[in-house]
């Protein structure tokens, strides 16, 4: 059974409020060091106050500023008084100007008073430790719309099972030979073939990436797609319409040929700290960025980038066989039970509290108290995908679970987008 205390993360954890004291030698006086005011002591010695879940993070910066840890241990109070580590780590490299702003890590003894800290909370005017990737990496835009990469299927399957509504394809293409790279959370064009009504070339539709960025073979040289063929009834005619490009994705076989451009998208990326919450809403093909997510944090190994976080998937479905990916999303919560939750909203089949179907949004009303206690925290991201209008429900939910705590949501919904702590990518 899933025990969100265990797997909120280290910092509600009894070592994870906990502040340990290193001693770092050969860190050389620099424009670096005076920035983050580390007293380098004649003896070559530095102290630092280093939170227990930034440890590693830590580490690894001291490591690259080509100094030496000589000894860890936990902080006491005669260092307090001896005047000793008076600094405290630099959050992040982005943050690394502004140590003081650790407050919220720190112990109760040396933290500031309550309200202190619930102003910091509700007006996070610095970027937060866990930005998402420095914008400058992201590939874009390395085939364009009017030049793109023509790659080949390898495959596609169905990933609605019997007794599901409707069809939806997991299609992986070939993009060997070509430039291409992309980040999780990233979409790409495909052009189908063809002219539209007017008689001009079909245009690009967007899918989101639903493989990691080495792809589902880990060799690079795909990407993967999670398309669902539309098929309305025309509202005047009554007859029946299928989406052009859906269409023609999710009829493609082994070897067809495929016009790819992008890779577009900077809204849904993962944020680098490995020990970031990350709380993910999908309907329907919005779990397709949430695959990725998943499959690089779980199913895949880095040196570095290691999750260690919360990865929490609400996912909203009409019926148990549209649930896609179904049997390797459950097989990771089993794997990772500490790591990664699961819940689902299947409206067909499940009921709200009233008596009504269960969509995504009475799902996330269920789970406000949990969601609340995890956004609130600095190091949480929080994502939704899928189908245009379903934030609507989310934020009505999530205004409840605020209010109960004094916090009114839409402003601080503003400052979390601002903070880069919110992304939308619905369509
Ligand atoms: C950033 C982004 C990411 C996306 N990711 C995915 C993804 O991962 N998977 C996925 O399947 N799709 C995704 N989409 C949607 C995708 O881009 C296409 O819009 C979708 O596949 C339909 O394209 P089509 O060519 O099949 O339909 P089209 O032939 O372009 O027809 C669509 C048009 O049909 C009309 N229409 C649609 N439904 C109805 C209705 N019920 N009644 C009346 N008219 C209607 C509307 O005019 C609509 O513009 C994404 C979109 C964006 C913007």
Redesign the pocket.
Known sequence: MYNISAAQGDANTESGSRIFLYEVVGLRQSEETDNRRYPIRQSGSVFLKVPYHRMSQEMQRLTRLGSKIVSIRPLNADDEANGKATVVAAKSEVNAKAPAEDKLNVPPEIAPPEDEVKSTKLAPKSKPMTQAKSKTDIPVNIYRPNAPFVGKCISNEELVREGGIGTCRHVKFDISGSDLRYLEGQ?IGII?PGTDKNGKPQKL????IASTRHGDDLNDQTVS????Q?E?KH?ETGEMVQ?????HICHLQPGDEIKISGPT?KEMLLPEDPNANIIMMATG?GI?PFRAYLWRMFKETHEDYKFNGLAWLIFGVATTPNILYKQELEELQEKFPNNFRLSYAISREQKNQEGGRMYIQQRCQELAEDLWSLIEQEKTHTYICGLKGMEGGIDEALSGAAATKGVNWADYQKEIRRAGRWHV?T?
């Open positions: 979409s189908p539709r967007l899918y989101s797609l999670c398309v669902r539309l309305y509202p989406g052009v490009c859906s269409t998208g093909t397709a990518e369509y």
